[in-house]
């Protein structure tokens, strides 16, 4: 049994899998899944599990050299807004930006967050 890191062996496995430049997809529960993108699914109640806490566990075992948010952030949640400027390197996009980023992820761990545009879109960096 591993020891440290991720220990979901559907996230663990999936982010092995990653190289340079492929993005992941940290959503809330209302975003759009696209059919074609593959999803791990934690949800369980509303609310839970937490974005943040989702992108922390995640953060603690993914190199992202870049993540987008949508710009309505900025008045529609501030909170997890200052939060997520505290943890990655972050551009702004538009919502339905970001929807169509979605489109071209590797995967997508939806939460149970029910606060608006809790999403991000993580690029895979290097560890070297």
Do not use: W
Request: glycine share 4%; net charge negative.
């Amino acid at each position: 049994m591993k020891k440290h890191g991720m220990i979901n062996r559907d996230i663990a496995a999936s982010l092995a899998s990653f190289g340079h430049t492929d993005l992941l997809v940290i959503a809330d529960c209302g975003l759009p899944i696209p059919s074609n993108v593959p999803c791990i699914d934690l949800s369980y109640q509303l609310g839970e599990p937490a974005f943040l806490t989702i992108l922390r566990a995640v953060l603690d075992d993914f190199q992202a050299e870049k993540a987008f948010i949508a710009s309505e952030i900025k008045t529609q949640n501030p909170e997890i807004e200052a939060d997520v400027l505290t943890l990655t390197n972050t551009d702004y996009i538009s919502h339905n930006e970001l929807k169509e980023l979605s489109k071209k992820a590797k995967l997508i761990i939806r939460t149970g967050e029910a606060t608006p545009y809790a999403n991000i879109v993580l690029q895979s960096g290097v560890i070297f």
